[in-house]
Structures are given as C-alpha cells and as structure tokens.
C-alpha cells in the first residue's frame, strides 16, 4: 500500500530532475538553475552546488565522487570541493542539444539521454558510455529522451520518448547492444506526458507525468497497476531511498505553469517522498 504524498523540501525547483540514493542521502538536480543538490533525510540537511551549465543528473562514480551530465557533456564532479572537470562531449556538433536522464547498468555503464534544448528537433539520441568513451545505442533519434531504467536482470532496457508519450522496452545484450525496441505503454493525450522512470525490485517500472499529476506504477508486461496522485502537475522523475529502498522521492517541476498555476499549486518544484510499498534497487556506481 502506497502511503501519502508530502513535500520534503522546499526546493521550488524550475525543473528538478535526476534523483538518485547514494551516500545515505537522495542527490538530485534542478536543470534550469544549473544546481545539484544533496539531502540527508536523517539530518534534514540540504547542500547545493552551481554547475557550469544546465546539468540534467548526477550519478555517483566508483573511482570516488561523482559524474554529472551536463549541455556540453559528462564531467566529473567533486562534491568536496565543488569542482567539475570536463571527460567528453557525445555531440560537439550539437550546440543546441543537452543531456537529459540517465542510469547506470551492473556493469558500470551510464546509458544517458541528449534532447534538443529548444524541444523542437528530433535531435536527441540515447547513448553508452564506459571508460573508452560514447557510444550512440542505435536507437531512432526524438526530440526528448528520457528515463532510461534497467530491469533487475540487467537484460531490458527501458527507453522514453516523452513528446511521442511513448515508453519502449529494448532487449539489452551483455555487450551493450540492443534489439529492436517494442512498445511498453503509451500515455494518452491529455493525461501529461512521461518523463523519467525507475524500476523497483520486482521489476515494476515507474513512470513519472509531467502534466499528468502523478506518477504510474505499470508491470513487466505494460499493465497498469497503480497511479500516485501529486498536488502539483510536473511530476518528473522518482528514486527510492532511505535504510531500506522503500520512500521513494519525487522531482518537480515548475516549468511552463502560469502565474495562476504557480497559486493553484504553491508546491509546485519541491522534493516530494511517499511510502512506495515496495523496495527500490540499488544504484551502481559508473565506472568512468
């Protein structure tokens, strides 16, 4: 039984996106401000650091700090003393693309998204990347990608195309190839359109709604199987955290909403949690 939806932090995030448990604490971002961020629950604390520009996640690295995608690419980020060194650029011939969502697999590669900033251009692609550098994944490019989520078998890869309202699942190969991609669900018009999304322990994917109030629970097979209703309409991604992976936090968003929107929903952008009823997985650190 899932519990109450409450804020936990009074972010007013422009786009909060990129939540991921690691360290005892949920790090997360907000793209539009170029911030990461760091909450320690036990402690109620909350750290933020200025990026170099807008950053779209953080995931946590083996070699020890972190690795954060940002519009000019991955770069490594020090959390202790907030400096950010630059790896790579997936699309120098891009200036106007950015990154947007990624994860990480068993084996330490980050699987990462690029949209086009001005969300116009079918010009975004999903990408691999491991300490030899990016690899385009082959799938057909969209205007914004986002939520690639690994099932906890590691052989499934889900993929979002948020502007076609589309979340594919993908067959994904011990060497990082994928097969053809085949449709998980769809979200139909009107009722928002998914953005990032998260799979907990028995394989369940969660899918965010930007727009649509709420995040999804659907089952391995595309079946919906539960709905989480939020007080504010941008719901962009969830993490599970806490001592046992069971509260899942939620990113939002106040992106795009009006004046009269922003009064109608005053929690618009901050961090939310709620009792998923079920256990998430844990994060594995890149191997970059």
């Known amino acids: 039984m899932v519990g109450a939806v409450r804020s936990v932090q009074p972010i007013g995030a422009i786009l909060g996106e990129g939540p991921v448990w690691h360290d005892a604490a949920l790090w997360f971002v907000d793209i539009k401000r170029s911030r990461i961020y760091r909450f320690d629950p036990a402690r109620d604390a909350l750290q933020h650091w200025d990026a170099p520009g807008e950053v779209g996640w953080v995931l946590p690295r083996a ?10 690419g991955l770069h490594a980020f020090d959390p202790g003393g907030g400096q950010f060194t630059h790896l790579f650029d997936p699309e120098p011939h891009l200036p106007g ?24 251009d079918a010009s975004g692609r999903l990408y691999r990347a491991d300490p030899h550098g990016s690899t385009d994944s082959g799938l057909a490019p969209v205007v914004i990608t986002n939520g690639p989520a ?4 590691g052989g499934t890869l889900y993929h979002t195309d948020t502007l076609g309202r589309s979340v594919w699942r993908v067959v994904l ?20 359109h998914p953005d990032g999304s998260t799979i907990d322990a ?5 899918v965010a709604l930007f727009g649509g109030w709420g995040v999804r629970r659907y089952d391995p097979a595309g079946t ?3 709905t989480v209703e939020f007080p504010v309409a941008n719901v962009t991604k969830i993490a599970f955290g ?5 509260t899942a936090y939620a990113t939002t968003a106040r992106k795009g909403l009006t004046q009269q929107d922003l009064q109608a929903q005053p929690l618009a952008g901050n961090l939310f949690a709620f009792d998923a009823g079920v256990c998430g997985l844990p994060v594995y650190p890149a191997k970059l």
């Open 150 to 153: 690994i099932a906890p078998d």
């Open 97 to 120: 693309n950015r990154l947007n969502d990624a994860t990480t697999d068993a084996q330490g590669r980050i699987w990462f998204g690029s949209m086009d900033n001005a969300e116009q």
């Open 63 to 72: 070699s020890g700090g972190m690795i954060a995608g940002l519009d000019t």
């Open 242 to 246: 806490g001592p046992d992976l069971r």
């Open 202 to 206: 028995e394989g369940c994917v969660w």
């Open 173 to 192: 190969n011990d060497d990082g190839t994928l097969a053809a991609p085949e449709l998980f669900c769809e979200i139909a018009p009107g009722e928002g």
């Open 224 to 226: 919906l199987i539960e």
